[in-house]
């Protein structure tokens, strides 16, 4: 049985570094991924899944927002991610998103970001680091849960947006100790799940690793035209 494929978008910055390591975390849950980002082909009919990866700050004009000082926006790479997240789900194939990839997720389906999320949230703990030291509260009667445990975790998050307005279709996974969001999931077929933190970094942890094997795991379930979320809880369970 061949590989289900994954197309992953990277920054034009820094996505030589960082896609092996989303290569990889794919790999070790059974996939095989292929690079895409602006400029490159990207043609969701060739892929089984993707992961909408992290970097570049998404323009407030996806969303009605304003625009700080501070944003490091790609418009380009806005264009490819949002058309990519609308052409997955509307042929039905999972969707992983880190980080930026979790905004980009939310915002393509009708929500909002928080440009400066941790002005709104004073209490969240900010970390300038890939090293796991934010503390996040994995919310009850999630798929996040079943796959990752109650438990509190630890990961690195290195973002100054986050979630404000839930998109079309979609729930709160997880949140900090300061009530931030920090992942979003689809409640219904087909799987989506947007963290904010960056488990491609973490894939020592088991924790982390589930996410990347949900998302391999819906892939193959859409290749056997079965329900993905049933496989991901299935397995999971």
């Not at 996505?15 to 849950?29: D, E, Q, T």
């Not at 194939?93 to 999320?117: E, F, H, S, W, Y």
Request: proline share 5%.
């Amino acid at each position: 049985m061949s590989k289900p494929v994954i197309g992953v978008t990277t920054s034009a910055r820094s996505g030589w570094r960082i896609f092996p390591l989303v290569a990889l975390n794919i790999w070790l849950a059974g996939g095989r991924a292929v690079r895409w980002g602006a400029g490159r082909p990207a043609d969701i009919s060739k892929v089984d899944g993707i992961v909408i990866g992290g970097g570049d700050d998404i323009s407030p004009d996806l969303y009605g927002g304003e625009l700080v000082t501070s944003a490091r926006l790609d418009p380009a790479r806005d264009a490819l991610e949002r058309r990519l997240v609308g052409e997955a789900r509307a042929a039905g194939k999972p969707v992983l998103g880190i980080c930026r990839g979790a905004q980009m997720l939310n915002v393509a389906l009708g929500g909002t970001l928080d440009q400066d999320a941790y002005a709104t949230h004073q209490t969240s703990r900010r970390y300038r680091t890939i090293l796991p030291r934010k503390t996040v509260k994995v919310l009850p009667k999630t798929r996040l849960v079943d796959l990752a445990g109650p438990e509190e975790m630890k990961v690195n998050a290195l973002h100054s947006q986050a979630v404000q307005r839930l998109g079309e279709g979609l729930r709160v996974a997880a949140r900090d100790t300061g009530g931030m969001i920090q992942a979003v999931e689809a409640v219904h077929d087909p799987f989506a799940l947007g963290v904010q933190w960056h488990p491609e970094h973490l894939f020592y942890a088991r924790r982390q690793r589930a996410l990347f094997r949900a998302l391999v795991t819906a892939a193959q379930a859409k290749l056997d035209h079965r329900n993905q979320i049933d496989a991901v809880e299935g397995e999971a369970a």
